[in-house]
């Protein structure tokens, strides 16, 4: 395979850590390689955060909440400043895409918009400072004058995933800026180069000291920004497992926390929809990231008469789609992000095939390309809900179809899960999709396809996550609700 274009580090000072507003020395010269997904060779080595750099960190940020100017501005003058974060992430596009893409595997021609989409969700943010309610008045029980008024969280951990760093870092940042929270990113170790481009962006609009800081540590140094009694809020995407992990020690010390986990979302096809096009919509979207999306809709339930048509249908779509170097223009599907995910994914395949479901494409690495993190575009038939490949969220463009006897048996199945992230209902009829969709338990229900909008609200039922992300409601996690009751009103309230 020949590699299409050089591919350097955007990164400006990748063995420092932005602490207190400046480029700082860490601790130790430990550090971390970043692979490229498609040459398997390092383009990027950036500093090891230990305990004495989160330490340094945590009180960094302590002190600009406590002391600091950021908290007292009103949330007019920090939309200010997401504004011009906005403007300097628009700057970046280039530097953002190429990081996209040599770190997670994702398409160049995909990654090219990932900027803008970063600005976008600081600018949408920007707005709320402007327009969200920050004091209801109200009357008290004794019918004195009262405010309800929301304030900053505190401090905050964003704990960023490594598939789409850029736009969960965003959606956690944007919403804890504006809220008048300060903030440590810990970058994935996998990935870290967009929450270094943050930093580089709060040094360059001279963001007060403190208000936002980033580092790069492994799980166990992590572990020490969840314990941190002086962390208020830890905000974290990616695993279950780890979530779990996550909230029970935010529990222990009764930490704000919102979860942003797993999913093994189902999509369900009607039978008055054509099996082609559900066939051709989901091709569309299971290729995105290379599957490695919470959200993917991973469990594809259709009548058992109709079972065989729409694998068929599934399986020659899927055998079309051209997987390659992401930085080609002609590709259609990149590698997954690292060894050790196309490990698990090839695990898993071998554990579907053992249990007894039916090979329908796909399983195998791609014969054209001999080195590189790549899978082919796989889907299994005649899957059991309770096999592992049904159970176990892949992260890998795997999909499950299962049979059903029925309407009613196919909303059972899809509610069969731990997870309850995304899903969807394929039908010509909107009124079905309502009435089907109202009795799925999801986060969010999609119409006749892969669908999802983080500036309404994104997020899980059951073990798929707490809270949402994105728009108003991903505001609320950042902020406390106070009541005010006076004895007389006074007029300095907003």
Known sequence: MTIS??????????????????????SSASTFDVVDSTTEEAFLTVAEAQAPDIDRAVAAARAAFDTGP?????????????GKIADAWERRGDALADSWALESGVLRSMSVHSAKSVAGIFRDYAVLGETFVWEEKHTSSMGLPALLVREPVGVVAAIIPWNAPHALMAYKVAAALVAGCTIIIKASPEAP??????????????????????????????????RDPRVDKVSFTGSTAAGRKIAAICGDRIARVTLELGGKSPAIILDDYDVGKAAA??????????????????RIIVSDKRHDDFVDALAAAFDAIKVGDPFDATSQMGPLAMERQRDRVETLIAQGRAEGARLATGGGRPAHLNRGFFIEPTVFAGVDNNSTIAREEIFGPVLSVIPAASEAQAIEIANDSIYGLNSSVFTDDPDRAYAVGRQLRAGTVGHNGFRTDFGIAFGGFKQSGLGREGGVEGLHPYLEAKTMIFETAPKTSQ
């Open 70 to 82: 950021w908290p007292r501005l009103s949330p007019t003058e920090r939309a200010v400043w997401l």
């Open 193 to 226: 180069s967009s929450p270094y481009f943050m930093a580089e962006i709060c040094e360059e609009v001279g963001l007060p000291a403190g208000v936002v800081n980033v580092l790069t540590a492994e799980r166990q140094v992590s572990e020490l920004l969840v």
């Open 281 to 298: 919509a989901i091709a569309r979207s299971a290729p995105v990231m290379t599957g490695q999306v919470c959200a993917s809709l991973t």
């Open 5 to 26: 274009a050089p591919r350097p580090s955007h990164v400006r000072h990748p063995l420092q850590l932005f602490t207190g507003g400046a480029w700082v020395e860490p």
